[in-house]
């Protein structure tokens, strides 16, 4: 009985969201600010990950992502999930800034950095945390992204893969090498390694 209750409400929910697409690509601005609250924390997290912890960044990428979405939106065709198109999207957002050329340094605002806020604690980045942000910093560019879509996000492997624009079987394969060296890294702290 629960999982029909569950199964009915995802299948509301999801007619819902049709209806304010619907809406949305005939210009209705409330309706596209409802998409934006329901897909904004995974494109937050998403941006995230990719921009190392870094939120101001991330806000600033999400925002970037949600005004393209609104701008294209009657290009969205429906062949994936919106979900996984404005994935796409905060992903070509990330790498297009990657490849921006930065400002030196010097010229950055030491206030910015979110070490500076009040109630930052550096302990919270200790242990675990600390090892397994290490660890992905250790794998490939490309393995790194494929782990934090498929684990961090929960896409589906075909969802990934067509977000970061791989073949499925590469996007399988870049997985499999990541776990294996993430599994060697991060080892120590699995209870079990160690009898």
């Known amino acids: 009985m629960v999982h029909d209750e569950k199964e009915f409400a995802k299948a509301q929910a999801e007619a819902q969201a049709a209806a304010w697409l619907a809406r949305a690509r005939q210009g209705d601005r409330h ?13 937050r997290l998403q941006l995230r990950r990719l921009a ?39 992903m070509t957002r990330f790498l297009q800034h990657v490849r921006r050329p930065q400002l030196p340094m010097e010229w950055r605002d030491p206030e910015a950095d979110d070490a500076n806020e009040p109630g930052h604690d550096p302990r ?27 684990f961090h996000l929960d896409l589906s492997h075909a969802e990934a893969a067509q977000v970061l624009g791989l ?12 776990r294996g060296r993430l599994r060697g890294l991060l080892g120590a702290w699995n209870p079990e390694s160690a009898t």
């Open 124 to 150: 919270a980045t200790e242990g675990l945390g600390r090892d397994i942000e290490r660890a992905l910093q250790s794998l490939s560019e490309i393995q790194r992204l494929a782990v934090v879509h498929c």
């Open 31 to 43: 309706a596209f600010a409802r998409l934006v609250r329901a897909h904004q924390s995974r494109v």
């Open 52 to 90: 190392q912890g870094d939120t101001a960044l991330a806000d600033d990428l999400a925002q970037e992502t949600f005004v393209q979405a609104w701008l294209h939106l009657n290009e969205f065709r429906g062949d994936a999930r919106l979900a996984t198109w404005l994935h796409r999207i905060a």
């Open 167 to 178: 073949p499925l079987g590469t996007l399988k394969s870049h997985l499999d090498r990541a």
